[in-house]
């Protein structure tokens, strides 16, 4: 009997070492418990699709990793699409890295969340003061995340094929009307030469929506949400204005002007002559004046009426507020703020540096470069995307709407449901006090 | 038979209480035997499940510096004024209600096709089956790329008409993107079900078949007389393991078509997962999560109930 | 005359179907080895099905070299066989405490553990997060071990939920009340007590019930999506089927979509080719009667 009960024992002994054992391989190998263990700290990246991008970053690491003895820095990147939602879902664990990046229009909400710690990034060889407005994130004023880099949006577009339809090259001066565009969109199509002319990156996911088609919205004289207090949705993304920009795109596709779902490199299409005008970033441009020399047009958004409009604030670096070892994460940011870096992230990306000192070094950006309309864009143009701890709930619900109007759902049904979605979720969340 | 079965039983009984210390050790060990599975149920399945339906009554989010309050009916008076909640209960209801004939019945004909006593049944069983081996995850992206407008079934389709049928893009389409997860999801589970079919068919006594050959049934009558009486325990078993697989349709969703175009692939799962992981409003998702609960429990016990009442 | 057209008819059945099976994943394993030109080019013709043309490991080596595909499969493999092992251990002991032995409050249990069963899980994954959060973790800092909070990002959260399941349990209940009652009261007779009734006897009379409830619980651990997309953010944690929806986000080629997707799926379909014989049949001698 004894003997027995004691086989049971070891039995139970032995299913109990075993969880044991898978919880300390878990911890042997995760170690990522508050972001840091001892000197080593994790640092995630949204950019595993850019091998550009994750480069640099590759890059500062191991210079930081041999620049001093003390701290280690581990790298994590994920896939851009899956990137928030694991953030998120490790917030939720208390369990950030240390260091990570965050979109732009996300750090009111991860600041609010409680996810990000300010930061005091005094004494870097480059002051915050140097930077573009756009790429530095802050929340009632206080410093969350900075960026060394911002992005334009623009048209691209050959000029050799817009002469040969009789197209207008726009200027800042005179951008595109809408009629302008319309039936240059129409010339093109008659042309028989493009099954669709515009390109606008409709097969993408995610964040692309609001960046790319808010600042549309906006020339129209809608907006995501009332910025007085933010407070209020409805009117604003459903109003006259905002129903007017979402006919219009919806007569894009029903004119045969734009693909519905876009194939999955907008950009190699348009490159292969696929399509003639393309909405896009201005991390291409380098790319595309590579293969099309001076046949490359940039060209300023269209103005719909209330001035050609594009989004601010790109992806900036940040650091948790859980952090165990926020001396570290500190050192990190402040090594990481040298120009040579500014330099290295907007050549490696193609997008504007953020300081004018970094834009002296990179081709094109130079005052006069060819790419230095871009900085001119962002300067001129840009609209920060709604400051609001609200705003990832917006977005979604902006990604829902575009796909479904693009999908040929009713323009103000689909506007009128997400600004009633946006105010009930203010409404339940207590328009996001606390 | 039952009584000499219970009169069995109480004889042991009587021997067994030779000791009560006997008796008592058999409780503690069985009591040690059951304890992990119990406790793991409880911490893993009960107290989670207790969790969804209190939180479906407050206004807990993924993350928020402020605590969840009581907030009494407001999730569920808010997500039946939501059109998409209804259309994903359509959507799930219309999944399920093809999938289940459906997959049930082909997985009948596959495992009488394989129950034959003729060579190489073992090789088209394998066959049958490997699909689902393969995972949801990996048949989904395959089948995304097989539905596209240039994929293979257009070049199927077309070689097979002779090019009469114009080809389009399945999933792009709201028309018919339901039925193409609808036909991909079959493809990949029905060899699940044939292996059950086909275990219910085996143990049909083989001297059932042989009277009805002698009565010169024919095998239509063979079929109605002696195999569908005989797989009434499979039915019950298929019909609700395919049921509540049907209704948690999420994983084909969330890698093909993200619930659109237009909402005709959103389903109740799949809503439940963008409001309370994407959009963190954890408890909206609770009281969707508890409604499909509720759902899937009415169903079940009306098939319980359905299937009983043959007895 | 007319058998013969029958069966026949039949065979010729058997073999569309299993054309309708099959080629979707011969596609799969032959455009594994294919640039993604050919792939395209070879859509029109019964080449698409055929391993010829330029092949060659490029999209395998793509793979290794973009994501550690080896640690993802490594961990899978970890996660599915340690949930294979304790689930066996533990609903199989909690099935014969149900089973054969007599005790107050038993089928109180045994009814319990069976309305988990109609519980999707789908419908608690989400508070299950939360949950998981909450529950101690005991780890290793440094050469001594404390007590945290949190489970998030660990193997157990892989593990452990999915250990305990109740139609395993009801499985091996209904496997072990086919073996007869007489054998333990033989055996206790003997001088054996109940836990070497388990192990010795009841045990090793019961390989089919066994085997099938390694697969079955094996396949929902190696196929595991949904779950580990939500609780695990640390790549050297991730497991295959979230690698592989990570990886088809990067925007690679479908080459090397092809090529994971094989990775991770014809060693499964292997094994199963190997075994299949017994796990049918093991699955036809229990009897899912439900």
């Not at chain 1, 802050?138 to 050799?160: E, I, Q, W």
């Not at chain 1, 006069?368 to 705003?391: D, H, I, K, L, M």
């Not at chain 2, 190489?120 to 995850?137: A, D, E, I, K, W």
């Not at chain 2, 389903?267 to 999560?289: D, F, K, L, N, P």
């Amino acid at each position: 009997m004894v003997f027995r009960t004691r086989r049971l024992a070891v039995a139970s002994v032995a299913v109990a070492a075993a969880t044991a054992l898978v919880a300390g391989c878990a911890t042997g190998s995760g170690g990522s418990t508050s972001g840091a263990s001892g000197d080593t700290l994790t640092l995630w990246t949204h950019n595993a699709g850019n091998s550009a991008e994750l480069d640099v970053v590759k890059k500062i690491i191991k210079d930081f990793n041999a620049s001093q003895s003390k701290y280690k820095v581990e790298l994590q990147a994920f896939p851009q699409s899956n990137y928030n939602d694991s953030v998120v879902a490790a917030a939720s664990a208390r369990k950030l890295p240390c260091l990570l990046d965050v979109d732009g229009p996300n750090v009111p909400n991860w600041a609010w969340g409680g996810y990000l710690s300010p930061m005091d990034v005094s004494g870097s060889e480059v002051p915050l003061s140097d930077q573009l407005p756009s790429t530095v994130g802050r929340y009632r004023d206080k410093v969350y995340a900075f960026g060394f880099t911002d992005v334009s949006l623009t048209f691209f577009a050959r000029t050799s094929v817009l002469k040969k339809y009789g197209i207008r090259i726009p200027t800042m001066a005179k951008p595109w009307t809408k009629d302008e565009f319309d039936s240059a969109l129409a010339e093109l199509k008659k042309s028989g030469k493009f099954e669709y002319p515009l390109e606008m990156g409709t097969g993408s996911l995610g964040e692309w929506y609001p960046y790319a088609y808010s600042p549309q919205l906006q020339s129209f004289g809608g907006d995501l949400i009332d910025r007085d207090g933010y407070k209020s949705a409805s009117g604003t993304l459903d109003g006259k204005d905002a129903v007017e920009w979402a006919t219009w795109l919806r007569s894009l596709v029903t004119k045969g002007y734009l693909a519905k779902k876009s194939g999955v490199d907008p950009n190699k299409d348009f490159l292969a002559g696929k399509s003639a005008i393309h909405w896009d970033g201005s991390w291409n441009a380098a790319k595309n004046a590579a293969k099309l020399g001076d046949d490359l047009a940039i060209i300023p958004p269209v103005d719909f009426l209330h001035g050609p409009r594009i989004g601010g604030a790109s992806w900036q670096w940040a650091m948790s507020s859980t952090c165990s070892n926020k001396a570290g994460a500190q050192a990190w940011l402040k090594f990481s703020r040298q120009t040579k870096y500014f330099v290295d992230y907007a050549r490696a990306t193609g997008t504007i540096p953020a300081t004018d000192a970094a834009a002296e070094q990179v081709d094109g950006y130079q005052p006069g470069g060819e790419f230095s309309v871009f900085t001119r864009f962002a300067r001129e143009y840009a609209v920060v995307r709604p400051v609001t701890p609200a705003y990832p709930y917006i977005s979604t619900e902006f990604q829902k709407a575009v796909q479904d109007i693009l999908a040929g759902a009713d323009p103000k049904d689909a506007l009128g449901q997400a600004a009633k979605d946006i105010d009930n979720n203010l409404k339940t969340n207590n328009h996001y006090a606390g | 038979m039952t009584t000499m079965t219970a009169a069995l039983g109480r004889l042991r009984t009587v021997r067994r209480t030779r000791t009560t210390n006997a008796r008592r050790r058999e409780s503690l060990t069985a009591l040690g035997m059951a304890t992990p599975a119990v406790v793991l149920l409880i911490v893993f399945v009960v107290v989670p499940l207790a969790l969804t339906f209190a939180l479906s009554f407050t206004d807990a989010r993924l993350v928020s510096p402020t605590p969840a309050r009581f907030v009494g009916l407001r999730n569920f008076t808010q997500l039946f004024q939501d059109p998409v909640f209804f259309k994903s209960l359509r959507n799930t209801a219309y999944f399920a209600a093809v999938v289940v004939p459906l997959q049930a019945g082909l997985a009948l004909v596959l495992a009488l096709l394989v129950d034959a006593k003729v060579r190489g049944v073992n090789f088209f069983r394998t066959v049958y089956f490997l699909p689902v081996v393969t995972s949801m995850v990996v048949v989904s992206l395959l089948w995304t790329f097989l539905y596209r407008q240039d994929g293979l079934i257009n070049h199927v389709l077309s070689a097979l008409t002779f090019g009469h049928v114009e080809g389009r893009d399945w999933l792009g389409d709201p028309a018919t993107a339901m039925p193409a997860v609808i036909l991909m999801s079959v493809w990949q589970g029905v060899g699940f079900h044939m292996i059950i079919w086909l275990a219910g068919l085996q143990t049909i006594p083989a001297e059932l078949y042989e009277a009805a050959d002698l009565d010169g049934a024919t095998r239509r009558h063979r079929f109605r007389h002696v195999t569908w009486p005989g797989l009434r325990a499979t039915r019950t078993f298929v019909l609700i393991t395919i049921t509540i697989q049907a209704f948690g349709l999420f994983t084909q969703i969330n890698v093909m078509t993200q619930g659109g175009p237009l909402d005709s692939t959103t389903t109740v799962v799949h809503q439940a997962m963008r409001t309370g992981y994407e959009q963190q409003q954890t408890a909206y998702a609770a009281a969707i999560s508890l409604v499909f609960f509720v759902l899937v429990l009415t169903v079940s016990l009306v098939q319980r109930f359905l299937t009983r009442e043959k007895d | 005359m007319t058998s013969f057209l029958k069966h026949l008819g039949g065979h010729a059945g058997r073999v569309v179907l299993a054309l309708v099976f099959a080629l979707p994943l011969v596609f799969m394993l032959v455009s594994s080895f294919k640039p993604d030109d050919q792939i395209f080019g070879d859509l029109g013709s019964w080449r698409a099905f055929l391993p010829v043309g330029a092949l060659s490991l490029d999209n395998y080596t793509g793979v290794f070299e973009r994501v550690p595909a080896a640690r993802f499969l490594l961990n899978s493999v970890l996660i599915s066989s340690i949930t294979v092992v304790l689930g066996i251990l533990v609903n199989s002991m909690a099935a014969f405490a149900l089973s054969r032995m007599r005790w107050p409050g038993r089928k109180l249990v045994l009814t319990a553990v069976i309305a988990t069963l109609i519980v999707p899980f789908e419908t608690f994954a989400l508070p299950l997060v939360w949950w998981v959060n909450q529950l101690p973790l005991l780890r290793v800092n440094g050469f001594h071990l404390e007590w945290t909070t949190g489970w998030m990002d660990t193997y157990q959260v892989q593990i452990l939920p999915f250990v305990a399941n109740a139609f395993s349990v009801f499985f091996f209940h209904q496997y072990f009340q086919s073996i007869p009652k007489e054998i333990d009261e033989a055996a206790i007779v003997d001088g054996a007590g109940w836990f070497t009734i388990y192990r010795r006897i009841v045990m090793p009379l019961s390989g089919p019930a066994v085997a099938t409830v390694a697969i079955l619980t094996f396949l929902p651990a190696w196929n595991s999506y949904l779950w580990p997309l939500m609780v695990v953010q640390s790549e050297e944690l991730r497991p295959v089927m979230v690698g592989i929806s990570y990886f088809f986000q990067l925007n690679v080629g479908w080459g090397q979509i092809m090529a994971y997707s094989s990775l991770i799926t014809v060693p499964i379909l292997a094994l199963f080719v190997a075994f299949q014989r017994s796990f049918v049949n093991s699955i036809a001698s229990t009897g899912v009667k439900g």
